[in-house]
């Protein structure tokens, strides 16, 4: 199959990438700036050749958006408003306008839609969606706007003919160098992942495996459309999920961190503290009911797997 990804030169679409291209499809990637074979110029704002490439394919994998691991100014907050939202956007034109349209449109959405919240966990059908939490900074809002406009962007896209599917994803914990992981993973081996601000909110994750297995799904799953959680199953308190993976790793201690010395740290790394503080509790409640099964639904085995893939990469010293 001819598959599209816009935006697939990050971490999530470099994952795809790989997995898919090996399997024998035929993988082209719209970025900004290509470099390698199969990748294809856009902006992610206006029409252009390359919508060529999306008339006569098969699926459509709309991963772009500006990164989240960033400082949450006024100008990045509009930066990823604007990315997620006119890239949504000119794909949907794209397919529309389009002789032969994909059959499916899978969009990147993200699990920080829902609710900060402590007390049950959010699936699509009795999940509280965010934004008027009490106590909470106030542009945890606008994420979560970021969030829903992106989803109805590609709601309101006139395209028939294509299956149209918003993943809300959760942190794809993968081995790769600079994701999600690999920062978590350079906390522990640092003594540094213990609680954060007590640690009892919580921290929702796929593997990267089950995430390339739930996007296979979700192309080939005809009756499903519509947001789509992409979490695996159990949701761990923070304190308890570095704890696990420090066991992985082998280090006996991780030191808390209160609220204050995340927001020092968050700023040294050029980061924002909503991606240590919110609570983010999401269970996948359609993809369990379609009958996907997680290869690793539980995180001590997922811990596990991830570190002994970067342990066994290239370059690796302890």
Request: with cysteine.
């Amino acid at each position: 199959m001819k598959i599209v990804i816009p935006g697939g030169t990050g971490q999530v679409g470099a994952i795809l990438n790989r997995a898919l291209t090996a399997a024998g499809h035929d993988v082209v990637v719209l970025t900004r700036r290509p470099v390698r074979d199969r990748e294809v110029r856009w902006d992610g704002e206006t029409p252009g050749p390359w919508a060529e490439e999306i008339d006569g394919s098969d699926i459509v994998v709309n991963l772009a958006g500006r990164s989240v691991n960033c400082r949450y100014t006024a100008a990045n907050l509009r930066a990823m408003m604007d990315s997620r939202v006119h890239s949504a956007r000119v794909v949907g034109e794209a397919i529309a306008a389009a002789a032969r349209p994909p059959r499916v449109w899978l969009q990147m959405s993200t699990a920080t839609v829902y609710s900060h919240r402590f007390d049950a966990p959010n699936d699509e059908a009795t999940g509280v969606l965010g934004g008027t939490e009490f106590g909470v900074p106030g542009y945890w809002a606008y994420s979560v706007e970021i969030a829903k406009a992106w989803e109805r962007a590609q709601e309101r896209a006139e395209t028939p003919y294509t299956r149209k599917v918003s993943m809300r994803t959760a942190m794809v914990m993968s081995p790769d160098r600079g994701g999600v992981f690999d920062a978590l993973l350079r906390l522990a081996r640092l003594g540094l992942g213990g609680p954060v601000a007590g640690g009892a909110q919580y921290v929702s994750w796929i593997h990267d495996r089950d995430f390339v297995r739930a996007v296979e799904f979700l192309a080939d799953r005809d009756d499903l459309a519509g947001p789509v959680n992409l979490a695996a199953p159990v949701p761990l308190p923070q304190r308890v999920f570095m704890r696990v993976l420090r066991t992985a790793w082998g280090v006996p201690v991780g030191l808390p961190a209160t609220k204050w010395m995340a927001e020092i740290g968050a700023f040294a790394l050029r980061s924002d503290t909503e991606l240590l503080l919110k609570s983010r509790r999401v269970v996948p409640g359609r993809l369990l009911e379609a009958g996907f099964t997680f290869d690793y639904d539980q995180w001590p085995d997922a811990a596990d797997d991830l570190v002994r893939r970067v342990r066994g990469g290239p370059g690796f010293t302890r």
